[in-house]
């Protein structure tokens, strides 16, 4: 093989795994909804109950540098929000619950409804506007289903 075709191997080589890295973060921060039908234990997490409307849950851990940034957000959008708790669980020492939830990364949020189902799933970073979306869309729902 040539100096010219290795070149254009490295090339078709480097943009695949660009792009396919490209993708996985694309897809890491986006809300996942189709998630198997499972009800969480407050007790299961060591807290004391989940919140009213929906429960925030935060999966961190001791070394996590974005966790705190995370938290602050989650906190915030909680305390804005009457019945909303934000539940904040340091799995460094929990390896049982992080594998119980598929937890690969952290944070990793779930966000649960009033019975503790969860309803969405976001691994990474969540942004605050998609969070209060999914927050209105479960309220809502909950509204029609009451109604």
């Not at 969480?40 to 935060?58: F, I, M």
């Not at 070394?63 to 305390?79: E, M």
């Not at 390896?95 to 944070?107: E, G, K, S």
């Not at 209105?136 to 729902?141: G, Q």
């Amino acid at each position: 093989m040539d100096l010219l075709g290795a070149t254009i191997v490295l090339a078709v080589l480097l943009t695949a795994t660009v792009a396919v890295g490209l993708y996985l973060r694309w897809q890491q921060n986006r809300p996942q909804r189709h998630i198997p039908h499972e009800v969480v234990q407050p007790e299961r997490l060591g807290a004391d109950a989940l919140g009213e409307t929906a429960t925030l849950l935060q999966f961190s851990t001791e070394l996590c540098a974005r966790c705190p940034g995370v938290h602050r957000t989650l906190s915030s959008v909680a305390d804005s929000r009457p019945g909303v708790r934000h539940l904040d669980i340091d799995l460094t020492h929990r390896p049982d619950i992080a594998r119980h939830f598929h937890v690969m990364q952290t944070p990793t949020t779930l966000i649960l409804d009033r019975d503790g189902v969860i309803q969405t799933r976001f691994g990474g970073i969540p942004s605050r506007d998609v969070v209060e979306l999914e927050l209105n869309r479960l309220t809502e729902e909950a509204d029609v289903r009451h109604a």
